[in-house]
């Protein structure tokens, strides 16, 4: 049997940043959630990470620890630009999902802390509705 990664399978549901500053319509130039946006992230974190190609996440990229930790990785270094253009009615398992980086990050055994399967059931069809990714 395998011994666990820092990001584990789970990670399916792993959610994480574009490269390029998003912008929202507000006259202070803050972004504004947005489920494109967040797509979008989403798409170009996992994508750099190799978890994903051409919207389909990948299982040889997902089951690949230093893959995943890059993703969760870039996921954690662009925490505030995610959460701001995290639309509302995810953005609970968002905070979660990357709670849950930071402390894996920091110690591989540390659990699931607040982020529950009903979160990654919640990113998962997000991502498969609102933004067409595939491989969940």
């Known amino acids: 049997m395998r011994k666990p990664t820092a990001v584990p399978a789970v990670t399916l549901a792993v959610v994480l940043a574009f490269a390029v500053s ?43 620890p230093v893959k995943a930790k890059a993703a969760a990785q870039e996921a954690v270094k662009r925490r505030n630009e995610l959460l701001a253009i995290t639309p509302p009615e995810i953005k609970d398992a968002m905070t979660h999902e990357l709670n849950y980086y930071v402390a894996s990050l920091k110690n591989p055994s540390a659990g699931m802390g607040d982020f529950t399967i009903a979160d990654v059931r919640a990113l998962s069809s997000f991502q498969k509705t609102k933004c067409g990714i595939g491989g969940i």
Do not use: F
């Open 22 to 64: 998003v912008r929202g319509g507000s006259s202070n130039g803050a972004a504004q959630p947005s489920a494109a946006a967040w797509c979008a992230m989403v798409i170009d974190i996992n994508t750099r990470a190799g978890t994903m190609a051409n919207k389909q996440y990948l299982e040889s990229g997902l089951a690949d």
